[in-house]
T-cell receptor, first 112, second 115 residues
Framework: AQSVSQHNHHVILSEAASLELGCNYS??????LFWYVQYPGQHLQLLLK??????LVKGIKGFEAEFIKSKFSFNLRKPSVQWSDTAEYFC??????????FGTGTRLQVFP | DTGVSQNPRHKITKRGQNVTFRCDPI?????LYWYRQTLGQGPEFLTYFQNEAQLEKSRLLSDRFSAERPKGSFSTLEIQRTEQGDSAMYLC?????????????FGDGTRLSIL
């Protein structure tokens, strides 16, 4: 069965620090990969997605993620975080069907 | 883009009662999904529709749960004889099937609290 692991449950950073959130998935075939963000009191929003092609994908608000097939990873990065990036971040995958399999999420707190 | 709309936002009910939630997807989206999210967890897939056809249902879904999308537009999720363990946020998402992969757009969810 497909699964997604997010090893960082809670990350605390100061503004301007660099961010990397880990995401690993288990599935041997072709996958589509997503990062969603949930700001306090808001619904899940798509940050970026990977379907095929260039393994380095750029999303909204300066976020990017790199798909490394050999490591089954899709880590999220941002070179300089802002206070407004405080949110919960979810990695998700789908493969054979359209249903999304989500990780448990990473809570990011950014302090000014 | 009016977004995915879910009603009610919050439902409080006693154990054993039936509850029904509604989801209105983005108007041109023909795929509609239901997920459940509990505290500290990511959303968990429940079921999904393409137009009015229910294409997949999670094996974890109890027989007390039923979902419909009778006209291929809005959908309802009903839980019969609610239990404490049903307390969760119920999320609806929709997407457009263009023969390729399209991202899912989520609503604000319905929070169910069982007393």
């Amino acid at each position: 069965a497909q699964s997604v692991s997010q090893h960082n449950h809670h990350v605390i950073l100061s503004e301007a620090a660099s961010l990397e959130l880990g995401c690993n998935y288990s599935y041997g075939g072709t996958v589509n990969l997503f990062w969603y963000v949930q700001y306090p009191g808001q619904h899940l929003q798509l940050l970026l997605k990977y379907f095929s092609g260039d393994p380095l994908v750029k999303g909204i608000k300066g976020f990017e993620a790199e798909f490394i097939k050999s490591k089954f990873s899709f880590n999220l990065r941002k070179p300089s975080v802002q206070w407004s990036d405080t949110a919960e971040y979810f990695c998700a995958v789908n493969a054979d069907t359209d249903k999304l399999i989500f990780g448990t999420g990473t809570r990011l707190q950014v302090f000014p | 883009d009016t977004g995915v709309s879910q009603n009610p936002r919050h439902k409080i009910t006693k154990r054993g009662q039936n509850v029904t939630f509604r989801c209105d997807p983005i108007s041109e989206h023909n795929r509609l999904y239901w997920y459940r999210q509990t505290l500290g967890q990511g959303p968990e897939f429940l079921t999904y529709f393409q137009n009015e056809a229910q294409l997949e249902k999670s094996r974890l879904l109890s027989d007390r749960f039923s979902a419909e999308r009778p006209k291929g537009s809005f959908s309802t999720l009903e839980i019969q004889r609610t239990e404490q363990g049903d307390s969760a946020m119920y999320l609806c998402a929709s997407s457009l099937d263009r023969g390729g992969n399209q991202p899912q757009h989520f609503g604000d969810g319905t929070r169910l609290s069982i007393l």
